[in-house]
C-alpha cells in the first residue's frame, strides 16, 4: 500500500530538511515518493501503477504520496512545479527527480537503475 505523507511524517521517514542542509535519509528502504494532486488527470493515471508496484516490490521499497496542496511547503521544499513529480530516494546517495507520468516499464527501470531494488 502507499502511504500518504505529511510534512511532519515526510520529517521523519525521508529527510529532516529542518535540521539537515545536505541530504540525509531517513528512511529504513529504498522510497519513491509521488508529488500529486486530486484535480490532476496524470496523476490519476499513475497511481494504480504505483499501487500495483507497492504491491510487487512489497518490503522492499517504500512508495509514498504527497498531496501538492495540502503539502504545499514540501513541494516548494522540492521546487515541484509540475505534477506528477517523482523523487527516487536510495538508502544510500543522492535523490533523483522525475516529472511526468511516466509508464509502469519506465518505473521499474528507475527502481532497478536509481534504487537499486528488484522485485
Not at 488527470?41 to 508496484?53: H, T
Not at 523523487?87 to 519506465?106: D, H, R, V, W
Request: net charge negative; with cysteine.
Amino acid at each position: 500500500m502507499t502511504e500518504n505523507l505529511t510534512k511532519a511524517t515526510f520529517l521523519e521517514k525521508v529527510f529532516n530538511f529542518e535540521e539537515h542542509k545536505e541530504w540525509k535519509f531517513e528512511g529504513q528502504r529504498p522510497a519513491l515518493i509521488d508529488f500529486y494532486a486530486d484535480w490532476c488527470g496524470p496523476c490519476k493515471m499513475i497511481a494504480p501503477i504505483l499501487e500495483q508496484l507497492s504491491e510487487e516490490y512489497g518490503d522492499k521499497l517504500d512508495i509514498y504520496k504527497i498531496d501538492t496542496e495540502a503539502e504545499q511547503e514540501l513541494a516548494a521544499a522540492f521546487g515541484i512545479r509540475s505534477i506528477p513529480s517523482m523523487l527516487f530516494c536510495p538508502a544510500e546517495g543522492q535523490p533523483q527527480m522525475a516529472n511526468g507520468a511516466l509508464p509502469k516499464p519506465e518505473l521499474e527501470r528507475i527502481i532497478a537503475d536509481v534504487l537499486r531494488v528488484t522485485k
